[in-house]
């Protein structure tokens, strides 16, 4: 081969590389990187902390790397994103939305509290003010003073990735709620399937609100769910919505339905509210059904509080 096909060659791929390179730091926001510390991990997503001598990274870091090995998998891609643990104190300064340690994702990030979450401790100081009988079942599984940050943060940090396999494609979902079903779908299969030692500390919380009741749920329709969703809800409210689609996913996945995963990202890429029109419950109901499969429509359809 001649030297100047060569070198022409090498240019074209290096021009080839750098255009993917480029797309990738376009997907990350980088802006609210500033003033973070970069922490040297073996994995291969950055991790920034706002303060790097607080040690509590590892075990959470290690769940989202093996969650990121199995949702590559299925969803065949390699996704990049960057991890960034946030003090309470600095929680405004970098993070979306509040309360402080509240895990949420966006724009190729995923925020997590670097110390105890202000839900944690909400919740916990609630819980532990009812008769003891009510929340003894609590204590196996998240300790004797009972740290809830063992579900909102090491469980919930995996459906904040799942979200970011279907953010990355830019698409406006058809409902609020297919893309937090999504989500917590995912997480649930990937803590049954690899990582079972996490299994009880993903579902028994949940299973303690949905016993619990409704009492402090004010809203409890999927038109509310989708009119009001993050910032317009009660925390409690906010929960009891995703606790309900919890045991829906849950009862899914249990039933051997984990191809479900791959088809209900298509259909939420298919359906993208920026290029098609919004769908009736009715005309939804009917597409769920056909291209995702009546599990998830079933979900619409019986919903019960209508």
Same mark, same amino acid.
């Given at each position: ?8 060659? =090498?240019?074209?791929? @290096? ?20 003033? %973070? ?10 991790? /920034? ?29 390699? !996704?990049?994103?960057?991890? /960034?643990?946030?003090? +309470? ?12 340690? *509240? ?37 196996? #599984? ?5 740290? @809830?940050? !063992? ?12 979200? %970011? ?12 709620? !297919? ?21 009880? *500390? ?6 303690? =609100? ?11 329709? /999927? ?37 479900? *995963? ?5 259909? !939420? ?6 290029? +098609?029109?919004? @769908?009736?419950?009715?005309? *939804? ?6 291209? #995702? ?6 979900? @619409? ?6």
């Amino acid at each position: 081969m001649k030297k100047s096909t060569l070198t022409n060659l =090498v240019a074209i791929l @290096l021009c080839c590389l750098s255009t993917q390179l480029q797309g990738q730091e376009s997907w990350i926001d980088t802006s609210i990187h500033s003033g %973070l510390i970069e922490l040297k991990t073996e994995y291969t997503f950055k991790t /920034l902390v706002s303060n790097d001598s607080i040690k509590t990274t590892t075990e959470t870091l290690k769940n989202l790397n093996n969650a990121k090995l199995y949702f590559d998998k299925i969803f065949q891609t390699d !996704l990049d994103f960057a991890v /960034l643990f946030i003090e +309470n104190k600095e929680w405004s300064k970098y993070a979306y939305f509040p309360p402080p340690g *509240l895990p949420q994702a966006g724009n190729g990030n995923v925020i997590l509290g670097l110390d105890k979450s202000v839900v944690s401790r909400e919740i916990e100081k609630m819980v532990t003010q009812l008769p003891e009988q009510y929340w003894t079942s609590l204590k196996p #599984v998240y300790g004797e003073n009972i740290d @809830l940050d !063992l579900f909102y943060r090491e469980t919930l940090s995996i459906h904040e990735l799942a979200h %970011l396999y279907h953010f990355k494609e830019g698409t406006k979902p058809q409902r609020k709620w !297919l893309q937090e079903l999504f989500a917590t779908l995912s997480m649930y299969s990937f803590i049954k399937e690899q990582s079972n030692s996490s299994y009880e *500390l993903m579902d028994t919380y949940p299973e303690f =609100v949905i016993q619990s009741g409704d009492r402090m749920a004010e809203f409890k329709t /999927l038109k509310d769910f989708e009119e009001k969703y993050v910032q317009k809800l009660t925390p409690q409210n906010y929960e009891w919505y995703q606790m309900q689609l919890y045991q829906n996913a849950k009862s899914i996945i249990n039933s051997g339905k984990s191809d479900i *995963l791959i088809k209900l990202l298509n259909f !939420l890429i298919n359906t993208d509210l920026n290029k +098609n029109e919004i @769908l009736s419950d009715s005309e *939804l109901s009917t597409r769920l059904e056909k291209e #995702v499969g009546k599990e998830i429509a079933v979900i @619409l359809t019986n919903w019960k509080h209508k």
